[in-house]
Nanobody, 127 residues
Framework: QLQLVESGGGLVQPGGSLRLSCAASGSTLDFYVIGWFRQAPGKEREGVSCISYSGEKLMSADSVKGRFTLSRDNAKNMVYLQMNSLKPEDTAVYYC????????????????????WGQGTQVTVSS
């Protein structure tokens, strides 16, 4: 059973950067689609960025394009979300999610496609 643990969240000033990590255990990340989602207080959980199992296909929400970069290291069973030029509206709990998809190299920001979720890490952007 795949387990995911996020880390790297914290308090950062507007314009600052953070790198979130997602560590997988219980299985290798080979053939898993990975997505990052976030949920702000009182709001629905939304897709931020995703990456296919090969790493060749990526997708990002318009709100983070050009600022957030998702990468993966299957050998280390790790996924990273580099967040630059952070804004107060990026404040949320960030979740890593995974879905096994050996037959199709794709990714999606649709939440219901993902079976495995981490516990989340808080990101607060404030001066």
């Amino acid at each position: 059973q795949l387990q995911l643990v996020e880390s790297g969240g914290g308090l950062v000033q507007p314009g600052g950067s953070l790198r979130l990590s997602c560590a997988a255990s219980g299985s290798t990340l080979d053939f898993y689609v990975i997505g990052w989602f976030r949920q702000a207080p009182g709001k629905e959980r939304e897709g931020v960025s995703c990456i296919s199992y090969s790493g060749e296909k990526l997708m990002s929400a318009d709100s983070v394009k050009g600022r957030f970069t998702l990468s993966r290291d299957n050998a280390k069973n790790m996924v990273y979300l580099q967040m630059n030029s952070l804004k107060p509206e990026d404040t949320a709990v960030y979740y890593c999610a995974a879905e096994r998809s050996p037959m199709r190299d794709f990714c999606t920001l649709i939440r219901r496609h993902y079976d495995y979720w981490g516990q989340g890490t808080q990101v607060t952007v404030s001066s």
